[in-house]
């Protein structure tokens, strides 16, 4: 193991561009300019990767705990249930909205997603609605 990582250390040296980094994002708020929230409890980080074929319409739901999204592939239109509207392109990241009722449709073909939830193990992710009749998630 010592030298696999002796192995590393030499070439990153001898060839430091081979390692490129390049911010996606950096943002304070959410794409409509909501405050970000951490939750209380044990930290959870989740990656999800979602397929949104052409024309079709994720159900209305909200995320109580910070929510980055990155476009894979095609072209995604978001909405909030009061009218707010973002279309993101392939190659883009955002911040999604917290606790507000949204949905995304794939226009242009179908869409790919890759979501990072910024969580906790003691609360959901992603939220309906109508599993949330007392506002605990989301913003009515």
Not at 87 to 115: C, D, F, Q, W, Y
Not at 118 to 125: E, H, I, L, R, V
């Amino acid at each position: 193991m010592k030298n696999y990582v002796l192995a590393w250390l030499f070439l990153f040296v001898l060839f430091p561009n081979w390692v490129v980094a390049e911010e996606q994002l950096r943002a304070q708020t959410s794409w409509d300019g909501g405050a970000i929230k951490y939750p209380q409890g044990l930290a959870e980080i989740t990656s999800v990767k979602l397929r949104i074929e052409e024309n079709q319409m994720t159900k209305f739901h909200c995320h109580p705990v910070p929510t980055l999204g990155y476009i894979l592939q095609g072209d995604l239109a978001v909405e909030t249930k009061n009218g707010n509207k973002i279309i993101l392109k392939e190659g883009e990241s955002l911040v999604e909205v917290m606790r507000t009722i949204h949905r995304g449709r794939a226009v242009n073909g179908p869409v790919e997603v890759i979501v990072f939830y910024a969580g906790s193990t003691s609360m959901p992710n992603t939220v309906y609605p109508e599993n949330d009749l007392d506002g605990k998630y989301c913003n009515f």
